[in-house]
């Protein structure tokens, strides 16, 4: 049973670290809406820098919002093609045409599902058939990933009330591999959420999945014969006797390295630590993880809210049945959590499912989507107000094709001498999907030491990054900007002159010179870098980011 403490309390504690509050602003951010709301995914449909809000409504239209930025959003629904009615579930963004922007699979209750290709243009055109994905059934969870190393996001659909499936993406074209993979899971019919992660760190996906009425998890690796078989029993996260799954979630709580998970449950949740050697243990009560008895937990999130590096968990709960409010654990960074959600503001009482986070206005700390049944509102956006909130690194992943959006690449980072793992990820908690960007909490750290991302061409190791600040990297480029266009070891006039040319469209950058050119990172190559550049020659540019990170070098770790 979980032990609550007054909300005096819980704010006196809370003040220690920092005044860790959320604020719901659906009404003013345009994002209030009568829906019944299943899932939420997260992603940034037309590649503005700004994640958007897809809503899987399950008695209406789907919902798009698009991000216009000051925390404002706009309904694009019927414009850009989604807004498609038919009891929806789940919706799940993946680049599965290979083309560098994110499509969206929308999983619905006892009819054909849907899959939108992005055309890029702000639209999308619904293609389930024409691209070979014809699946019927009641999908209660999912997840894309890439299940055989070739590159391209398979997709695995959880049905509930039979069996699970695997799709496979032969290049832009999905082809049933579930029988001859033994991918269906555990053959019954109460199976929920499922994910593809890498529990065991060896660079290749499992999938695990929860099911309801104490059935058990299930932990499905691929064997040598080419056949998945189910290690639940044997790493020790099978959870039969205690366990009605709804929902998952997966991070590294602990700062070892490992993936952990969160399941949410009917009744209390559970954590179980990942012990690095193929084993799990439930640490549920030692960690003050668990909800309160008669709760019932669907959406939930791991994620920093107050940037100190530890990761904390939001709880969605379904209110109606046993009048818990949702729930609030913050990482306390011994192994132990504390429950705060009165005094953060997140105590609300929405019938709530699905759940996600983003930074959705770029100021550096995480904000809250949840979506649940009310006539009135089925949406709750919490804007993250915490202050004072530590540093901050986020990062966005431009990976080669075919996987273009780094589905699936681990980061390691290391700051102060400790550690953050964390990977990109297709689907998660309940029924929804969090951001492709990553989010690094740094506490009180002002230096990244180091950030490994093991890309599928290999692992690079990034030094000199700045905090406070969002960035993209690229795979095959060990890149931070330098300025030095015409690599002859100097920033000169010479770059400006490279730099100046190409703006005026006498010449061109290579890939490589665009990355070393963007010296305020802000995406784009303009005036702005000439004036950097023009201020770094003259030694105008003392103390900045872009000095600090020429002077760092743009050097591998050893």
Same mark, same amino acid.
């Given at each position: 049973?979980?032990?609550?403490?007054?909300?005096?309390? $819980?704010?006196?504690?809370?003040?220690?670290?920092?005044? /860790? $509050?959320?604020?719901?602003?659906?009404?003013?951010? =345009?994002?209030?809406?009568? *829906?019944?709301?299943?899932?939420?995914?997260?992603?940034?449909?037309? !590649?503005?820098?700004? #994640?958007?809000?897809?809503?899987?409504?399950?008695?209406? #239209?789907?919902? +798009?919002?698009?991000?216009?930025?000051?925390?404002? %959003?706009?309904?694009?629904? =019927?414009?850009?093609? *989604?807004?498609?009615?038919?009891?929806?579930? /789940?919706? +799940?963004? @993946?680049?599965?045409?290979?083309?560098?922007?994110?499509? $969206? %699979?929308?999983? *619905?209750?006892?009819?054909?599902?849907?899959?939108?290709?992005?055309?890029?243009?702000?639209?999308?055109?619904?293609?389930?058939?024409?691209?070979? +994905?014809?699946?019927?059934?009641?999908?209660?969870?999912?997840?894309?990933?890439?299940?055989?190393?070739?590159?391209?996001?398979?997709?695995? /659909?959880?049905? %509930?009330?039979? !069996?699970?499936?695997?799709?496979?993406?032969?290049?832009?074209?999905?082809?049933?591999?579930?029988?001859?993979?033994? @991918?269906?899971?555990?053959?019954?019919?109460?199976?929920?959420m499922a994910v593809?992660?890498?529990?065991?760190?060896?660079?290749? %996906?499992?999938?695990?999945?929860?099911?309801?009425?104490?059935r058990g998890n299930y932990l499905l690796e691929m064997q040598v014969y080419g056949l998945y078989a189910n290690l639940a029993a044997e790493t020790g996260i099978l959870a039969m006797e205690s366990l009605q799954g709804m929902g998952l979630t997966v991070a590294d709580y602990n700062r070892d390295g490992w993936f952990d998970v969160y399941f949410s449950n009917l009744h209390q949740n559970m954590l179980f630590r990942n012990n690095g050697d193929r084993t799990f243990s439930d640490v549920s009560a030692e960690s003050n993880t668990q909800d309160p008895f008669f709760s019932m937990t669907w959406g939930t999130v791991f994620f920093d809210a107050d940037n100190d590096g530890w990761q904390d968990i939001y709880n969605n709960n379904e209110s109606g049945f046993g009048s818990i409010s949702n729930t609030f654990f913050h990482n +306390?960074?011994?192994?132990?959590f504390q429950e705060m959600a009165e005094a953060t503001g997140l105590d609300s009482f929405n019938s709530g499912y699905g759940t996600a986070c983003a930074d959705f206005d770029g100021d550096g700390d995480q904000d809250i989507i949840a979506v649940g049944y009310d006539d009135e509102n089925g949406i709750e956006f919490y804007r993250n107000d915490t202050s004072p909130a530590g540093n901050w690194l986020e990062v966005s992943l431009t990976g080669n094709a075919p996987n273009r959006l780094a589905l699936g690449v681990r980061l390691a980072l290391w700051s102060g001498g400790d550690q953050q793992a964390a990977f990109i990820q297709s689907g998660n908690g309940f029924l929804s999907q969090n951001s492709y960007t990553k989010h690094f909490g740094l506490g009180e750290n002002s230096d990244v030491d180091s950030l490994i991302v093991y890309w599928p061409s290999g692992s690079t190791c990034y030094e000199g990054l700045p905090v406070n600040r969002s960035i993209t990297l690229m795979e095959g480029l060990a890149c931070y900007p330098d300025g030095d266009l015409n690599d002859d070891a100097a920033l000169d006039i010479l770059d400006v002159v490279i730099l100046v040319s190409a703006l005026i469209g006498d010449s061109q950058l290579n890939t490589e010179q665009e990355c070393l050119a963007d010296a305020n990172q802000d995406f784009a190559v303009d005036i702005l870098d000439i004036v950097t550049f023009i201020g770094e020659i003259l030694g105008r540019s003392e103390g900045s980011d872009f000095r600090k990170n020429r002077e760092m070098g743009n050097t591998k770790c050893n």
């Open positions: 049973m979980i032990f609550r403490v007054p909300f005096c309390l $819980l704010f006196a504690v809370s003040m220690a670290f920092s005044e /860790i $509050l959320f604020s719901e602003i659906s009404e003013v951010s =345009g994002l209030a809406a009568p *829906v019944q709301g299943k899932g939420v995914c997260v992603f940034d449909y037309d !590649q503005d820098g700004l #994640d958007d809000i897809f809503v899987a409504n399950h008695s209406g #239209d789907d919902r +798009l919002f698009r991000n216009a930025g000051e925390l404002f %959003f706009t309904e694009v629904s =019927g414009q850009a093609g *989604v807004a498609s009615a038919g009891a929806s579930q /789940i919706g +799940l963004a @993946a680049d599965y045409d290979a083309d560098g922007d994110p499509d $969206l %699979f929308v999983g *619905v209750t006892n009819a054909q599902c849907r899959l939108y290709r992005n055309e890029g243009n702000g639209t999308f055109t619904e293609v389930s058939t024409e691209a070979g +994905l014809i699946h019927e059934g009641n999908v209660l969870g999912g997840s894309w990933g890439d299940y055989n190393g070739d590159g391209w996001p398979d997709l695995y /659909i959880v049905d %509930f009330g039979g !069996q699970n499936y695997l799709y496979e993406n032969t290049g832009g074209n999905f082809l049933d591999v579930t029988g001859e993979t033994g @991918a269906q899971g555990p053959m019954n019919d109460l199976c929920m593809f992660f890498d529990f065991d760190n060896d660079g290749d %996906f499992e999938i695990l999945g929860t099911q309801d009425g104490y +306390l960074g011994d192994g132990t």
